[in-house]
Nanobody, 121 residues
Framework: QVQLAESGGGLVQAGGSLRLSCAAS????????MGWFRQAPGKEREFVAT????????RYADSVKGRFTISRDNAKNTVYLQMNSLKPEDTAVYYC??????????????WGQGTQVTVSS
Protein backbone atom coordinates (compact mmCIF):
# COMPACT_ATOMS: atom_id res chain seq x y z
CA GLN A 1 0.00 0.00 0.00
CA VAL A 2 1.10 3.54 -0.74
CA GLN A 3 0.23 6.64 1.24
CA LEU A 4 0.59 10.19 -0.03
CA ALA A 5 0.16 13.30 2.09
CA GLU A 6 0.13 16.80 0.64
CA SER A 7 0.85 19.99 2.54
CA GLY A 8 1.65 23.61 1.85
CA GLY A 9 -1.59 24.92 0.42
CA GLY A 10 -3.16 28.18 1.51
CA LEU A 11 -4.35 31.62 0.52
CA VAL A 12 -2.01 33.87 -1.46
CA GLN A 13 -2.38 37.04 -3.49
CA ALA A 14 -1.96 37.03 -7.23
CA GLY A 15 1.71 37.16 -8.15
CA GLY A 16 2.71 35.35 -4.98
CA SER A 17 4.30 31.94 -4.45
CA LEU A 18 3.59 28.71 -2.63
CA ARG A 19 5.43 25.42 -2.33
CA LEU A 20 3.44 22.23 -2.05
CA SER A 21 4.94 19.09 -0.58
CA CYS A 22 3.92 15.46 -1.02
CA ALA A 23 5.35 12.95 1.42
CA ALA A 24 5.18 9.35 0.27
CA SER A 25 5.31 6.24 2.42
CA UNK A 26 4.79 2.53 1.91
CA UNK A 27 6.24 0.68 -1.05
CA UNK A 28 9.55 1.81 -2.63
CA UNK A 29 9.08 4.60 -5.12
CA UNK A 30 12.01 4.08 -7.43
CA UNK A 31 9.76 2.74 -10.19
CA UNK A 32 6.95 5.27 -9.82
CA UNK A 33 6.35 8.52 -11.56
CA MET A 34 4.99 11.28 -9.35
CA GLY A 35 2.48 13.79 -10.55
CA TRP A 36 0.55 16.85 -9.48
CA PHE A 37 -3.02 17.43 -10.59
CA ARG A 38 -5.58 20.05 -9.65
CA GLN A 39 -9.33 20.33 -9.62
CA ALA A 40 -11.30 23.55 -9.49
CA PRO A 41 -14.98 23.63 -8.49
CA GLY A 42 -17.18 22.35 -11.28
CA LYS A 43 -14.24 21.29 -13.41
CA GLU A 44 -12.52 18.02 -14.15
CA ARG A 45 -9.23 17.08 -12.54
CA GLU A 46 -6.41 18.32 -14.74
CA PHE A 47 -2.74 17.55 -15.12
CA VAL A 48 -0.21 20.02 -13.74
CA ALA A 49 3.23 18.35 -13.71
CA THR A 50 4.95 14.98 -13.52
CA UNK A 51 8.43 13.60 -13.01
CA UNK A 52 10.07 10.26 -12.39
CA UNK A 53 12.17 9.67 -9.30
CA UNK A 54 15.21 9.78 -11.57
CA UNK A 55 14.25 13.29 -12.60
CA UNK A 56 13.62 12.23 -16.16
CA UNK A 57 10.44 12.68 -18.19
CA UNK A 58 9.53 15.90 -16.44
CA ARG A 59 6.57 17.56 -18.09
CA TYR A 60 4.26 20.48 -17.37
CA ALA A 61 0.85 21.62 -18.45
CA ASP A 62 1.10 24.58 -20.82
CA SER A 63 -0.86 26.70 -18.36
CA VAL A 64 1.86 26.42 -15.69
CA LYS A 65 5.01 26.09 -17.78
CA GLY A 66 7.60 28.66 -16.73
CA ARG A 67 5.82 29.35 -13.43
CA PHE A 68 5.69 25.98 -11.66
CA THR A 69 8.57 23.61 -10.94
CA ILE A 70 8.29 19.99 -9.84
CA SER A 71 11.19 18.50 -7.91
CA ARG A 72 11.87 15.61 -5.60
CA ASP A 73 14.02 14.66 -2.63
CA ASN A 74 14.56 10.93 -2.92
CA ALA A 75 16.09 10.65 0.52
CA LYS A 76 12.91 12.06 2.03
CA ASN A 77 10.51 10.36 -0.39
CA THR A 78 9.04 13.77 -1.00
CA VAL A 79 7.94 15.56 -4.14
CA TYR A 80 7.52 19.32 -4.31
CA LEU A 81 5.64 21.75 -6.49
CA GLN A 82 7.04 25.26 -6.42
CA MET A 83 4.41 27.65 -7.70
CA ASN A 84 5.43 31.19 -8.64
CA SER A 85 3.57 34.08 -10.25
CA LEU A 86 0.30 32.59 -9.11
CA LYS A 87 -2.90 33.64 -10.83
CA PRO A 88 -6.53 33.49 -9.65
CA GLU A 89 -7.15 30.75 -12.23
CA ASP A 90 -4.64 28.56 -10.35
CA THR A 91 -7.18 28.30 -7.52
CA ALA A 92 -8.00 24.62 -7.02
CA VAL A 93 -7.48 21.60 -4.83
CA TYR A 94 -4.06 20.20 -5.68
CA TYR A 95 -3.50 16.46 -5.58
CA CYS A 96 -0.31 14.44 -5.49
CA UNK A 97 -0.33 11.11 -7.33
CA UNK A 98 1.99 8.13 -7.86
CA UNK A 99 1.88 5.66 -10.71
CA UNK A 100 2.96 5.06 -14.25
CA UNK A 101 3.24 8.69 -15.25
CA UNK A 102 1.57 10.49 -18.10
CA UNK A 103 -0.91 13.31 -18.35
CA UNK A 104 -4.16 11.55 -17.46
CA UNK A 105 -5.45 10.78 -13.96
CA UNK A 106 -6.15 7.14 -14.86
CA UNK A 107 -2.42 6.59 -15.35
CA UNK A 108 -1.84 7.02 -11.60
CA UNK A 109 -2.64 4.40 -8.99
CA UNK A 110 -2.32 6.29 -5.71
CA TRP A 111 -3.64 9.67 -4.66
CA GLY A 112 -3.33 12.01 -1.75
CA GLN A 113 -6.29 13.77 -0.16
CA GLY A 114 -5.46 17.13 -1.69
CA THR A 115 -4.54 20.57 -0.44
CA GLN A 116 -6.45 23.75 -1.20
CA VAL A 117 -4.73 26.60 -3.02
CA THR A 118 -6.61 29.89 -3.26
CA VAL A 119 -5.23 32.84 -5.20
CA SER A 120 -6.94 36.17 -4.62
CA SER A 121 -6.96 38.93 -7.20
Amino acid sequence: QVQLAESGGGLVQAGGSLRLSCAASGRPFSTYAMGWFRQAPGKEREFVATTRWTGSNTRYADSVKGRFTISRDNAKNTVYLQMNSLKPEDTAVYYCAAGGGGLAPYEYDYWGQGTQVTVSS
